[in-house]
């Protein structure tokens, strides 16, 4: 009865594993060497327990000694499958080391079975299978304990529960009781069912650790890609903030060069009403006012239009953008102040023809703006202010650059000018140059600040881009 039952087991155990082994190794291409160490051992593991059945027909070195030395090598294997999910390094020696092992086990396991009889050859089978096991339960508790992985944690229990389930077969050794296995119904009932049923569940385990992992990267990367989102949303909200920020400083002088042609409308249109009372409205008369009217109009719509373009919130785009006109738009931007503060722009030096960079114009203003309010301010004060705004090609970039002839930057403020909330204004937030760095990185390009013999020097580089 009991030969019998172990010979099922092994039947059952070893289609199971050469079933599992091949489904798997239709995938191989698609696994990674952890998982094709399982695979190489679970079809071992199934080819030799099909061996071991036919053990009465084929000679004992085939269907003893070379299954239980290669059955062996199989949890081995199983064991550095494990240790592979931690540890990437390379394996070659331990390959080696383990295919030389297993010719040596095979060797001394041959004979012992012929000159020593069952008792030392059941010490070596078990052993191996016990100590074996064992290894792969070390793997298994070092996996769970650097990943978490809860299905590790119950495969150290199942690889500790299959070695000391082995290890308990080789007590006939000591005792002589069961030597021959088949020797004792309740021993063989308890002890190849066991070590069966964790066979069997091991392969589960290690699917499961897989299948955990797999979830586990899914989510880092979802959670990795919210909050890259999540900061890219912020990064526009901080940005557009403060643009805001800087147009509220600036309203004074935009509500002054509005203004201007606000005015000037309503008195074109007084006059108008004005010769309609008085019935001397002429047509050359009227044609001029209406065309004042309309140019002071255009001159009101250009203002609103810039500050609009400037403030509105926008999706991130990509797109080709004339670093020229950017300037000429900024420069419109920020002149009724600098009227206001007797500054001089000179942008005499920009080139004719369009210079092309990728990027998006809204924020590629919003850099320009940031730097060239920077450099207002650090003018104010100084006798006969001035900036001066150049564009030159550099290799394979563009390269703008805004020079004022302000007093410079103190040693601290030189170190950390860029820094995140980092700032020598009452009322800044210290994010103006910082947003301008994270904008300019989103199109490969960069910001420094240099001091120069009078002034500072702010360098705005993005790659050229070739449209011909």
């Not at 390094?89 to 331990?94: E, N, S």
């Not at 396991?109 to 339960?137: C, D, H, K, Q, Y």
């Not at 980092?422 to 240099?450: C, D, N, P, R, V």
Request: hydrophobic content about 45%; some cysteine; proline content about 4%.
């Amino acid at each position: 009865m009991s030969p019998f039952y172990v010979q099922s087991l092994f039947i059952f155990f070893g289609i199971f594993s050469l079933l599992g082994g091949v489904a798997a190794a239709f995938y191989f291409s698609r696994l990674d060497s952890s998982a094709r160490y399982w695979v190489v051992a679970t079809l071992l593991t199934g080819m030799t327990n099909v061996v071991t059945v036919f053990r009465e027909v084929l000679p004992p070195l085939w269907s003893y000694s070379i299954p239980i030395g290669v059955s062996g090598a199989g949890f081995a294997l199983m064991g550095l499958g494990i240790q592979r999910l931690y540890n990437q390094g390379p394996q070659r020696q331990r390959l080696i080391a383990l295919g030389a092992g297993t010719a040596v086990f095979i060797v001394v396991m041959e004979w012992a079975r012929v000159n020593t009889g069952p008792t030392v050859t059941l010490l070596l089978s078990g052993g191996i299978f016990g100590l074996t096991s064992l290894w792969g339960a070390y793997f298994a508790h070092v996996h769970y304990r650097r990943s978490g992985n809860r299905f590790s944690m119950h495969m150290r229990w199942i690889m500790l529960s299959l070695g000391i389930l082995h290890l308990l077969r080789t007590q006939g050794t000591f005792t002589g009781w069961g030597v021959n296995t088949f020797g004792q119904e309740g021993w063989t009932y308890g002890i190849w069912t066991g070590a069966f049923v964790m066979g069997v569940l091991r392969y589960f385990a290690y699917v499961a650790i897989r299948l955990q992992e797999n979830n586990e990267a899914t989510v880092r990367v979802a959670t990795a890609l919210a909050r890259q989102e999540e900061g890219r949303r912020l990064d526009a909200q901080l940005a557009r903030l403060e643009r805001q920020q800087s147009l509220g400083v600036m309203s004074a002088s935009f509500a002054h060069e509005l203004n201007q042609p606000l005015a000037a409308i309503l008195n074109y249109a007084e006059l108008l009403q004005d010769q309609l009372k008085s019935g001397t409205l002429n047509h050359p008369t009227s044609h001029q006012v209406l065309e004042d009217i309309i140019t002071s109009s255009v001159r009101a719509g250009d203002i609103i239009r810039r500050i609009r373009h400037f403030i509105q919130p926008a999706a991130l785009k990509k797109e080709l953008v004339d670093l020229r006109t950017v300037v000429i738009e900024v420069c419109a931007l920020v002149e009724p102040e600098a009227r206001r503060a007797n500054i001089a722009i000179n942008k005499s030096a920009l080139p004719p023809e369009p210079i092309w960079v990728l990027g998006d114009p809204v924020q590629l203003s919003q850099v320009l703006f940031n730097v060239v309010r920077n450099a207002m301010e650090a003018v104010a004060g100084v006798q006969n202010p001035k900036i001066y705004l150049l564009i030159r090609q550099e290799q394979s970039e563009i390269v703008l650059e805004v020079h004022d002839n302000g007093s410079g930057l103190s040693p601290e403020a030189a170190e950390q000018v860029g820094d995140p909330f980092y700032t020598t204004k009452i009322s800044g937030m210290g994010m103006g140059l910082s947003i301008s760095k994270t904008i300019l990185a989103q199109f490969g390009g960069h910001l420094s600040l240099e001091n120069k013999t009078q002034g500072v020097c702010a360098r705005i580089t993005l790659p050229l881009i070739d449209v011909a």
